[in-house]
């Protein structure tokens, strides 16, 4: 996932007290110059009172700089102009991305309420630079006469995206339009704060204390010793204690031979921020709702999803959901099967019950046994995360020519954090990579890829991008030893750092992943092929006690049961991507029941009873905790057609192909410098066949 941060952009500080630049550069990091390799920020000189002058600041001098840009008495043209405001707002800039990161990965009660107040104040900012009028006329003049000035294919393309930015923002709507979009965006950002905060502070409450050890039969140690390790530190000596973080979660829903305890995590998990408490999300999304579908017809279109569908590749709703229906039929039917072989299973071992939701991926690791001869379980010795650093490490270098070099004295936010200077072919820095893995308390679930510096060309900076997972944590004596799932997440948020390191634009509004919301997906999904390709597997898939090579035995297994499960995959996926589609094409909002609502969409697309969506609503982050994949979470789909019909390029060709390489090296340095589609028919040679989503899946 990439993080999408909100728009910098102006604000009237009439309402704040402003502290003096002179003041502030005594006591504020913000205020100084960082003086630190490569511009990283110095965390551990950020206190939480540095914030909010900082916002503060940072917005007055954004507006000192769109005044100069508005009261420029030349010509309006593309330096004076869109140049201009693209290198805009850098203090602010710097703000921003601290500020939003950390208070997703390092959560507290004083982080949460600076938030409440930062992220509206920050959201009328954006109204006001995109809704002034003034700045948009300078941009209209130089978007009417945009043939005069021969500009070349990257400076028309930022010219587009601005201009495009100001209209779907409201530049054209009357005045009292405009107030009314301005209160909405104002009640959007609260909403979406409180619906981040209450998923986080749920997944903090909740836990499962063990007392009795043979309760945990079935579980691998290492889940066992976590468990234990977390029941310590909560002061529960002698138990064990499992949260809905993905590393307790999933062990336990697959490993563990106690059903009951099956069932409680499950039903913890499928509730997460649905309860009748002051974490609860359903009384929040109606009305996130209702001012999403009031927002999209102010700007003409009937709905919500029409409006965000607009703006991308897709276009449509009807393009985007019969993408959704080629994968949902065939999914649902591979799913029955799969079902059917699980209660083969259970019968044949003197199973007296139907498959509930909660048995299906500990059934799942059991057929899977049975018809593959090997255990997951197993296979993790080989992924020590160390050894799985080298690996995406060594795919980035075989591809495209670039190496990372660990940056000990480094400033950190916290101490799981790693931080590399990237270099290129000829040695020359690229981009500085950080990553911060393992799960935490206070700490977002997911993964997800943002950067703390954009690329800038025009002014020869380079980009600082991390990557940030939730992934097991090593216990004492044993290193972190990951999932194929988390490897196959690591590779994949890896994939939205290379396209964010190796950007080349000219101009930081066009660099790295500021493109399309359906072409996102793509860099970050093709690098997950790379995962399980024997040439790779040999380099990086090492015993963490013997350092074995993983036996050619193992690595045929795993090949062949790459296609196992895709019948759940798949149906939990685009039953999420369609449920969010259905959300935002609703017309009636009043008196909504969003249990109700979930459970009409689920019967009307036949979805089977041992499945959930991916993501419930009421923790559906992607769609309900900011506008960035709102009526957008099918582009990972959208996006797989992509990757799959572009690695069978690297198949035909071989996966390490140098001129392939290269090729697809174009596609993550171009940023938003080209169309999507010419880029990646530059890369394939040919427009995506969706077929290839089907192949590779084995639907």
Request: proline share 4%; glycine share 6%; net charge negative.
């Amino acid at each position: 996932m990439r993080k999408v941060f909100l728009p910098l952009t102006a604000f009237c500080l009439s309402a704040f007290m402003l502290f003096s630049s002179t003041e502030m550069k005594a006591e504020n990091p913000f205020m100084a110059e960082y003086n630190t390799p490569y511009n990283i920020p110095p965390f551990e000189k950020i206190k939480t009172t540095d914030y909010m002058p900082a916002f503060e600041e940072g917005i007055r001098r954004h507006n000192q700089e769109i005044e100069a840009i508005i009261n420029n008495r030349a010509v309006p043209d593309f330096e004076n102009t869109v140049v201009a405001l693209d290198n805009a707002g850098q203090l602010l800039e710097n703000v921003v991305y601290v500020f939003s990161s950390l208070s997703e990965s390092l959560s507290t009660k004083e982080m949460q309420e600076l938030s409440a107040k930062i992220y509206p104040m920050l959201a009328a900012h954006s109204d006001e630079m995109l809704m002034n009028e003034r700045l948009f006329n300078r941009f209209k003049q130089v978007y009417d006469n945009r043939e005069k000035f021969n500009l070349t294919q990257p400076q028309l393309r930022l010219l587009e995206k601005y201009y495009k930015n100001f209209t779907r923002s409201g530049a054209l709507l009357s005045p009292e339009k405009k107030e009314e979009l301005k209160n909405i965006n104002s009640q959007l950002s609260s909403l979406y704060l409180q619906f981040g905060n209450n998923i986080v502070n749920a997944t903090t409450a909740w836990r499962l204390v063990v007392d009795n050890k043979a309760d945990l039969a079935g579980l691998p140690e290492s889940s066992i010793a976590v468990a234990a390790e977390e029941a310590k530190a909560a002061g529960l000596d002698g138990k064990w204690l499992f949260t809905l973080q993905a590393p307790s979660r999933l062990p336990l829903l697959t490993y563990a031979d106690n059903r009951e305890l099956r069932r409680k995590m499950y039903e913890g998990y499928i509730n997460l921020a649905n309860l009748a408490d002051a974490n609860d999300n359903k009384p929040l999304i109606p009305q996130i709702l209702k001012l999403r579908k009031q927002k999209a017809e102010l700007f003409g279109f009937d709905n919500y999803a029409a409006f965000q569908l607009d703006a991308v590749m897709a276009k449509t709703v009807k393009d985007a959901e019969d993408l959704l229906m080629t994968v949902w039929k065939p999914a649902v039917k591979r799913a029955n099967e799969e079902i059917a072989d699980m209660q083969k299973y259970v019968d044949a071992h003197g199973g007296n019950f139907k498959i509930a939701a909660w048995d299906y991926y500990y059934y799942a690791e059991k057929v899977k046994k049975e018809k593959f001869n090997f255990d997951e379980n197993d296979v993790r010795a080989y992924f020590p995360i160390e050894s799985v650093r080298k690996g995406i490490f060594t795919m980035a270098e075989r591809l495209y020519g670039i190496t990372f070099k660990e940056i000990k004295d480094a400033p950190l936010y916290h101490p799981d954090v790693k931080v590399y200077d990237v270099l290129d072919k000829d040695g020359k820095h690229l981009a500085v990579f950080m990553t911060d893995y393992y799960a935490r308390t206070g700490k977002r679930q997911g993964a997800w890829m943002s950067v703390f510096q954009e690329a800038n060309g025009t002014k020869n900076v380079r980009p600082i991008v991390y990557n940030v997972g939730n992934f097991t944590k090593p216990t004492e004596g044993k290193p972190s030893l990951l999932t194929l799932d988390e490897v196959e997440t690591m590779f994949h948020e890896f994939g939205h750092g290379l396209h964010g390191m190796l950007t080349r634009t000219g101009y930081k509004g066009n660099a790295g992943t500021n493109v399309d919301r359906d072409f996102v997906e793509f860099p970050s999904q093709i690098h997950e092929h790379w995962m399980l390709e024997p040439e790779l597997l040999k380099v990086y898939a090492r015993h963490y006690e013997t350092g074995e090579v993983i036996p050619d035995e193992l690595v045929e297994k795993l090949i062949a049961s790459s296609q196992f499960n895709q019948g759940f995959v798949n149906t939990e996926l685009a039953g999420a991507a369609l449920l969010d589609l259905a959300w935002h094409q609703l017309d009636n909002l009043d008196n909504l029941d969003v249990a109700a609502f979930e459970k009409s969409v689920a019967e009307r697309l036949g979805m089977p009873e041992e499945i959930a969506f991916r993501y419930r609503s009421t923790y559906f982050n992607h769609i309900f905790s900011s506008d960035g994949y709102s009526a957008g979470y099918y582009t990972y789909l959208w996006a797989q057609v992509l990757d799959c019909d572009g690695f069978e390029v690297f198949k035909k060709n071989g996966v390490f192909d140098p001129a392939t390489a290269a090729r697809l090296k174009h596609v993550l340095e171009s940023g938003n410098d080209e169309d999507p589609m010419k880029l990646y028919e530059g890369f394939a040679g040919h427009r995506p066949d969706a077929g290839a989503l089907l192949r590779d899946k084995g639907l």
